[in-house]
Nanobody, 123 residues
Framework: QVQLVESGGGLVEPGDSLRLSCAAS????????MAWFRQAPGKEREFVAG????????SYGESVKGRFTISRDNTKNTMYLQMNSLKPEDTAVYYC????????????????WGQGTQVTVSS
């Protein structure tokens, strides 16, 4: 069973960049499709980006297309989310998730979750 730990969150100003990391242990990350979700207070968990096991297929939520980039380094058992041109509406807790199957945009499809890392975008 894989354990996931996110890091890299913080407080930034609009227009800044952040890179989140999701480190996996207890399993081989290459066996899993992975994704980033986020959840703002009072809102449902939202799909941000997903990536297949070998990185051959990537998808993004509409609100982050062109600004965020998902990637993975299977040799390091780590997934990343590069976030550029951050906006106040990107403020949320960001979660990484994994599934032994194809990536999906619904959080209910994922079996394993990290504890989340807070990203706050404010001037």
């Amino acid at each position: 069973q894989v354990q996931l730990v996110e890091s890299g969150g913080g407080l930034v100003e609009p227009g800044d960049s952040l890179r989140l990391s999701c480190a996996a242990s207890g399993g081989i990350i290459m066996m899993y499709s992975m994704a980033w979700f986020r959840q703002a207070p009072g809102k449902e968990r939202e799909f941000v980006a997903g990536i297949k096991r070998r990185g051959s297929s990537i998808s993004y939520g509409e609100s982050v297309k062109g600004r965020f980039t998902i990637s993975r380094d299977n040799t390091k058992n780590t997934m990343y989310l590069q976030m550029n041109s951050l906006k106040p509406e990107d403020t949320a807790v960001y979660y990484c998730a994994a599934v032994q199957g194809l990536p999906a945009s619904q959080p209910t499809e994922y079996h394993f979750w990290g504890q989340g890392t807070q990203v706050t975008v404010s001037s």
